[in-house]
Structures are given as C-alpha cells and as structure tokens.
C-alpha cells in the first residue's frame, strides 16, 4: 500500500515517514501544500495523511481541490481539537482526523481502517480458502499455521485480496507498491509474486498474461 503524508513540521515528517516504512508502506512525504497537492493529484494513493496548517495553501484548500478529482481516503492531522474544527474536516470531505499530538500506532490503526473500508472490506482478517490475512497484525496463515513473509510480499498480497475478483495491472501494482524513489522497471514485482505462490499455493495468485494479476 502507498500513502503520502504531508506535514510541515521536518521533524514530524520524518517520523511518519519512518514509521510508515517500518510498517510495510511505500511512502512519499510533502513538506507543504502545493507540493502535496501535486503529489495527491498525480499518483493513486491508497490514503494521505494531511496536516491542517501548512504553508502555502493550507490542509483545508488541498482537501477541497483533491475531493473535485479524487476519492483518496484523507486522515487529517491537526492541533486544533475544537469540535467545529473536526466537524469542518469531515463535512469537507476528510474520511478520519486525528488531534495532535497523538500516538504512532493509532494513526497506524486509523490507516489500516481507512484501507479496509475504500474497499469494503470492513473485518480486519481476510479469508480466502485456507489462507487467512490478517490486516491488523499484518500477518498471514495457511492452515491455522503462520507463514512468514516480507513486508513488500505482504503489500503485494493484501492489494490482491482487497481486490479479490477483480484483475490487477502491473501499473496498478507499481503505483500502490512502490514509492517515488524505487525502480519501478525492476523485476521485483516477478519476484515477489512467485515467492509467494511458493508459500501459498502455485494458484493462489493467477496471471493473466499480458495484463496482470488477480485473487479469484
């Protein structure tokens, strides 16, 4: 999953930045609106934490231009804890808001939420045969028993389940998967996705040539 976090604060920024990555996330950062904005607009994020008060055009202004394009799922940052603050993000479009300051690992949680529920999927484990996901541990088991894989392995499985059923494009996978500083011409992708049919089944992960790759 990719998000783009766009906070003003370098120091603040930098520990989402890291905190995401260790998570198993592609991360892009923006230090400022404008820059955020362009970054939202361009690429299809799975979420964006968006900080209210930034220079240049504010969280407010970025959230009113992304949502005329745009269904990102928006989890707002801000220090102002008024209820006409976060009445306001919601009713402009915010799909969650978080007062600062406030913990890692609940903004974390809200991420994983917002995730789920952009794909309908409102139950934190997924269940496909005798593979279950589990969204919140960010683990995976085959048969009651767990099966270890890498952080990018997880990203690639959780996108497919999420759309179970539907036909994933490599593009689509690049776009989600990797950030804007990876190599997207690589072969990791390949790689990926057979080490985990090695782990879950030769037919877990179906290829259609030529196009992609779905969960049925």
């Not at 240049?56 to 959230?63: R, S």
Request: proline share 3%; aromatic share 6%; with cysteine.
């Amino acid at each position: 999953m990719r998000v783009l976090a766009v906070e003003d604060e370098p120091d603040l920024l930098g520990s989402l930045l890291k905190a995401l990555r260790e998570d198993g996330y592609a991360v892009d950062g923006a230090p400022d609106g404008e820059d955020g904005l362009d970054k939202a607009e361009s690429y299809d994020y799975d979420a964006v934490v968006l900080d209210i008060m930034l220079p240049g055009i504010d969280g407010w202004e970025v959230l009113r231009r992304l949502r005329k394009t745009k269904k990102t799922p928006v989890l707002m940052l801000t220090a102002r804890d008024a209820v006409r603050d976060r009445v306001r993000g919601l009713d402009s479009g915010a799909d969650d808001y978080l007062v600062k300051p406030f913990e890692l690992s609940e903004l974390l949680a809200r991420l994983r939420a917002l995730i789920r529920r952009s794909a309908s999927q409102a139950q934190p484990q997924l269940e496909i045969g005798d593979v279950t996901i589990d969204t919140a541990a960010r683990k995976v088991s085959r048969q009651g028993q767990e099966v270890l894989i890498t952080a990018r392995e997880y990203s690639l499985l959780e996108f497919l389940a999420l759309h179970r059923g539907e036909l994933v494009t490599r593009t689509m996978l690049y776009d989600h998967l990797f950030d804007e500083n990876d190599d997207t011409l690589s072969n990791l992708l390949d790689v990926h996705v057979s080490n985990l049919r090695k782990k879950l089944g030769h037919d877990f992960i179906i290829t259609r040539r030529g196009h992609g790759y779905c969960i049925e």
